[in-house]
């Protein structure tokens, strides 16, 4: 298990000869060839018997700092910079330096876990907004395709139908070799990894080679660790470098995708949706055909001029870019166009549920009711402007914004709020280590000075939010409850509060007098 509790190991590993390691990852310090290692692990939490150590430098510890506790577990041995040497010597284990520990923990766990031997295609997909969609359209249409499938996403881990809850949006080095590791064992010939920023920037895909990866979209987040959106951009930009991966699948709806596609380091193909105008040359082009609340239908176009026409049930012509990219990866990756409409059967539909993400957890009677995880100005955006043209009636908005994290964009999401509903209830979300009202005022600012006309409100307590939002509301209202998606906590200062928006919705609905609809299965 990972540092989380969820991450499995592979049961069949051979061991490494800590020698050969040293030897072609470049690391000085003695390494005895009676050595071998049979795991890796960056967390002493995690530490098994045989397992080989990296002590890698963080943002408030240094990894030395747990060595003992490591030796303790049974580690065989360490990695570590020149500022951890000393202290992973007291340890009396054998002591390896690395130039770079964190990069190495990947590749160490390429070849500890035999994932650089791997019979697997494997997909990447980043972007601002769209990952996780993205990588369940993948999922999905590979098990309609029938092939034996592995996700690992911001919501969960699954390997060949086994599920396994999520921490971070892409696992520590080590746990996305080990989890790579498992669905080998597990016969998965089709694996789909979320790649975050962070993921990249912090070395987290070290050692994984993908087959195609996708560019979604860009947009503002994240500046509280990027000094500027140039080095955000640049930082998802090194995916598409050969030393990653060896195809692309890029939207350039947006004018950094634009600029991807004629930087990528990689061979790459586009894909565009019909709004972004025809002076957008493309590869493929995606236009929506129909759209409701609950479904989005369209037709993509292939650059021989084959076309799929197709259903996913999403609402938002976002969805449709999506799923697109999606199809788009599928053929890139060796699948034929006709072979993946086949598989969506007569009603030409994509069978996806994608938990937290505008999720509608209302009935079929009484307001329409969405949960989703979208925490961006853009993504803001783009599920107002989606709802609202689908919306007969009043459209509610209910979100709040995240403590300890970028702050230059809480004024933007408060405006385009006020902008896009008609009222707007602005609540604490995960506050951390901040003041919640401090973090509401900032919205509150940004929804004030729109100058929209939508009545405001500030409710701190997210239960109460919720039950607001609620007042009054009718059939062919539309209420959209963002930021928390299918997160099941609220933190604040350092403590994991249990908190489930999905359920909490639920049960207001009852109290209201409306039909829920029950959790997916």
Request: with cysteine; hydrophobic share 40%.
């Amino acid at each position: 298990m990972s540092a989380d509790g969820v991450t499995p190991r592979p049961n069949r590993v051979s061991a490494k000869p800590l020698s050969r390691l040293a030897s072609e990852l470049g690391w000085r310090g003695s390494a005895p060839d009676t050595v071998q290692a049979s795991g890796v692990t960056g967390s002493s939490r995690t530490v098994r018997q045989g397992d080989l150590f990296f002590a890698v430098p963080g943002a408030r510890h240094h990894g030395a700092d747990y060595v003992a506790q490591a030796a303790a577990a049974g580690a065989v041995a360490i990695v570590t910079d020149t500022a951890g040497e000393s202290p992973s010597l007291l340890t009396g284990l054998p002591v390896l330096v690395s130039p770079d520990p964190r990069k190495d923990l990947g590749l160490a766990a390429a070849l500890i876990f035999d994932t650089d031997q791997a019979a697997m295609t494997t997909f990447g997909v980043t972007g601002t907004n769209g990952k996780t969609t993205v990588a369940y359209l993948l999922h999905a249409l590979l098990r309609q395709l029938g092939v034996s499938t592995g996700l690992s996403s911001t919501s969960e881990r699954i390997i060949a139908g086994r599920v396994y809850p999520s921490g971070l949006t892409t696992p520590e080095a080590d746990e996305i070799h080990a989890l790579l590791s498992v669905m080998a064992e597990a016969g998965v010939s089709h694996a789909v990894l979320e790649v975050s920023a962070h993921a990249l920037t912090r070395q987290r895909v070290s050692g994984v080679h993908f087959d195609v990866v996708a560019f979604t979209n860009f947009s503002h987040d994240h500046l509280d660790d990027y000094a500027t959106m140039e080095d955000y951009f640049l930082a998802k930009a090194d995916l598409f470098e050969g030393v990653r991966a060896a195809r692309g699948v890029i939207c350039v709806d947006d004018v950094w995708g634009r600029r991807l596609a004629d930087s990528a380091d990689i061979p790459v193909v586009t894909v565009a949706s019909s709004t972004s105008g025809d002076a957008v040359a493309a590869d493929w082009r995606v236009g929506v055909t129909a759209t409701t609340l609950s479904s989005t239908s369209f037709v993509l176009e292939a650059p021989n001029g084959e076309t799929l026409a197709a259903t996913v049930p999403l609402v938002g012509d976002f969805s449709a870019t999506n799923a697109a990219i999606a199809i788009v990866m599928l053929v890139e990756s060796g699948f034929s166009l006709n072979d993946i409409g086949l598989s969506l059967g007569t009603t030409a539909t994509i069978e996806v549920f994608v938990p937290g993400r505008a999720e509608i957890v209302s009935g079929d009677t009484g307001p329409t009711f969405f949960v989703d995880y979208g925490h961006t100005p853009e993504a803001f955006a783009r599920t107002l402007s989606s709802l609202r043209a689908l919306t007969p009636g009043r459209l509610t908005m209910v979100f709040g914004a995240d403590g300890d994290r970028d702050t230059t964009k809480r004024a933007d999401m408060g405006r385009i709020a006020a902008t896009g509903a008609d009222v707007v209830v602005i609540t604490d979300f995960h506050p951390r280590t901040e003041d919640p009202a401090v973090i509401r005022a900032a919205l509150m600012r940004g929804a004030t000075e729109a100058g929209s006309g939508a009545q405001l409100h500030e409710i701190a307590d997210q239960r109460e939010a919720v039950r607001f939002a609620l007042v009054g509301a009718q059939p062919g209202d539309t209420i959209l409850y963002a930021g928390p998606g299918h997160e099941d906590y609220q933190e604040i200062n350092g403590t994991k509060i249990p908190y489930n928006a999905r359920e909490d919705v639920r049960l207001a609905l009852r109290e209201a007098g409306w039909p829920p609809r029950e959790a997916h299965q």
